[in-house]
């Protein structure tokens, strides 16, 4: 317990909002433009190997629930934490980084270990390292798009917020700065105590990204718009917008005239 | 997630109880057919595809996507499921029943 703490308390007085490029960030860069094409090469095998591993000791601490056949078995399913895979896992992806240092696998191996941060004390210190290793390491490198693109499906642990703040704030490149602004926006604002910054960073999208691609043909211009609407009047509390259209029989039909009742509103389409 | 609902919609009672649905099917065809396999006897809007009109405004990006709103139009709950779901509808309803009594 003693050396996760000592960790913390190492990384925890980070400079905050504006961070300047430090000669330090400089020399690291150099460093991982060192990594040779064998190393490459390598580390990706072994990080394949390690995922597949990985993927095998999800499959097998989650057959319970997939052999559930209907929502009550489902509920049944006691997963003991204590035997996650995560728990393994996260340690190897971590020194799987170590060993590989400045190829591409390490950086999906840092996602990785983020990606599994839970809010477990024990191994916070872990993450808070990869996090730190992504900004010094790989502040440059062309998969920090991928890494942050679709961060937002996570829960917002205090690695992935620090993560995209630190992306934020230290990337050059304007597509990497704009994904990473995203997903800490639409991050912040799940959590009734961030939703204003969270709505900020949106808008901020909305007038300096606009026309960045966040995937696909979908630019973040596009995507943001919906976000903030929802931010702003689809949250618990609001009064539901109205929607008239027509049902599928072909009549018209209006949100509203349900009043008086309890409503599940239910998006749904069979494919 | 198709027999869960209508045992919602047998359990209350319809005066004071409703799903809506908002069908995001490619086809309106498609919505009739899967209404008829499913026995949806409850009112579903067609969308005209997930990038529809009301999903959009709505933010939809996964479906299912469910809101709980209650008898005052508000917003209670949003993406329960299961039993989650069960307790909301009982606890909206217990509300409506307390506010509906005379003083």
Same mark, same amino acid.
């Given at each position: 317990m003693l050396i996760p703490s000592i960790f913390v308390l190492v990384l925890l007085p980070m400079p905050d909002p504006v961070v300047t490029v430090t000669a330090e960030v400089a020399v690291e860069v150099s460093r991982t433009d060192e990594v040779t094409q064998q190393q490459q090469a390598a580390a990706t095998e072994a990080y394949e190997q390690l995922q597949a591993r990985m993927e095998e000791a999800w499959d097998e601490y989650l057959a319970p629930l997939r052999d559930a056949k209907t929502p009550e078995q489902r509920d049944a399913v006691d997963l003991d934490p204590a035997k996650s895979p995560a728990v393994i896992f996260i340690a190897e992806m971590l020194k799987f980084t170590k060993d590989h240092p400045g190829t591409d696998a390490c950086l999906l191996a840092l996602g990785e270990v983020i990606r599994m941060s839970s809010r477990d004390e024990n191994i916070f210190w872990m993450t808070e390292e990869a996090v730190e290793t992504v900004l010094v390491d790989?502040?440059?490198?062309?998969g920090l798009q991928d890494l942050v693109? #679709? *961060?937002?499906?996570?829960?917002?642990s205090t690695a992935i917020l620090r993560l995209l703040r630190g992306i934020a704030d230290r990337c050059e490149s304007r597509d990497v700065k704009a994904a990473s602004l995203y997903s800490l926006g639409k991050l912040l604002g799940k959590n009734d105590k961030t939703r204003r910054e969270g709505r900020d960073l949106l808008n901020r999208i909305e007038k300096? #990204? *606009?026309?960045?691609?966040?995937?696909?043909?979908?630019t973040y211009g596009q995507k943001v718009k919906g976000d903030i609407f929802e931010l702003e009047h689809?949250?618990?509390g609001d009064v539901a917008p109205e929607i008239i259209g027509k049902e599928i029989a072909g009549n018209l039909m209006q949100?509203?005239?349900?009043?008086?009742k309890v409503v599940v509103l239910d998006f749904w389409g069979n494919w | 997630m198709y027999p869960h609902e209508r045992s919602l919609v047998e359990k209350h009672p319809a005066e004071k109880f409703a799903i809506v649905g908002v069908n995001s099917d490619k086809t309106v065809e498609a919505a009739k057919e899967a209404v008829k396999k499913n026995k949806l006897s409850w009112k579903n809007f067609y969308d005209?595809?997930?990038?529809?009109a009301i999903a959009t405004r709505w933010n939809v990006?996964?479906?299912?996507t469910i809101y709980v709103i209650d008898a005052a139009g508000v917003?209670?709950?949003?993406?329960v499921r299961g039993a989650e779901l069960d307790a909301a509808i009982e606890t909206l309803l217990a509300q409506m029943e307390e506010i509906g009594k005379p003083e």
């Open positions: 790989f502040i440059e490198h062309d693109r #679709f *961060a937002h499906y996570n829960p917002p300096e #990204f *606009a026309d960045v691609i966040f995937f696909r043909e979908t689809l949250q618990i949100l509203s005239a349900f009043r008086g | 005209g595809g997930t990038s529809g990006n996964g479906w299912p917003i209670r709950y949003k993406d």
